[in-house]
């Protein structure tokens, strides 16, 4: 038995480091069902930024590997990838829950979490440098992740998602289908003020009083799945979070039918919250992973 265990330790940290796309067998933190897969580059930066990227409905850890564009920018700045892995029917995150909008509270966004602790100890990644992205159900975990793990998360860049609780279902608890897709905030036609949507992310970890996540926010004026509305949503509450208030805008930028709006001080790659609307794009808004690199500060 003990023979079994020291050889089965020695083939896990054997394939750390080998730039594979990993199912992380010995991941059993939990709380939920989530899985963990990982991609480790051959050489790391010591300690390793962790960029947490997660999948969209009816999609997968390993097609988002690929989707998101990550792999060859964590080769390139020795980063490593965390891909979580929905195990919901729908292929959807919880992001509806009480247990997974609150800190600690027993739900898919503390799994994930907990894959960033795995990391740290396992792999040699950086807490202190730890980033989501995420896209459709993904970006609405992102910003989750955002609002309820704020002393985790560093900087976020989503892709077509909603505001942090616009989904929540209120007294539910955390279950592995999560509880009901909104329709009303799916077609946007939930909106709240500024404040409101702000109070919802401070109730989330109502003790924490540092520094939040930087954001970035990408949406297409044509998104038929989870509307345009909750672009401008988004941008309100993570304004309000973060207490900026002037904007500036810049049109075709990084690229033609881009609008950029940038809140506050800083630039493209220095500001607190940068906005992006995609005119004429669609829910599938193409991934800029070298956009994502440079925000985080890891180009
Ligand atoms: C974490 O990063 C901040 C800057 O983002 C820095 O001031 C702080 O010293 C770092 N902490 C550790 C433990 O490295
Ligand atoms: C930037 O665009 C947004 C959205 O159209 C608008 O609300 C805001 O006033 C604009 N800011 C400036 C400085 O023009």
Redesign the pocket.
Known sequence: MQLITTLATVAAVATVGNAQLQKVNDFSAGPTKVGMYSYVPKTLTKPAPIIVAVHHCQGSATGYSTESQLMPQADKHGIILIFPNSKSSGGCFDVASDATLKHDGGGDSQTIANMVKYAVTNYGG????TYAVGTSSGAMMANVLAGAYPDVF?ATSVYSGVPDGCFAVAGSTATQDPPGWSNNCANGQLTKTAAAWGDAVRSYYPTYTG?RPRMQIFHGTADNTLRYPNYAEQLKQWSNVLGLTTTKNATNTPQSGYTQTIYGDGTTTTAQLVGYSAQGVGHTVPQHPDMDIAFFGLA
């Open positions: 950086d807490a202190n440098r560093k520094t």
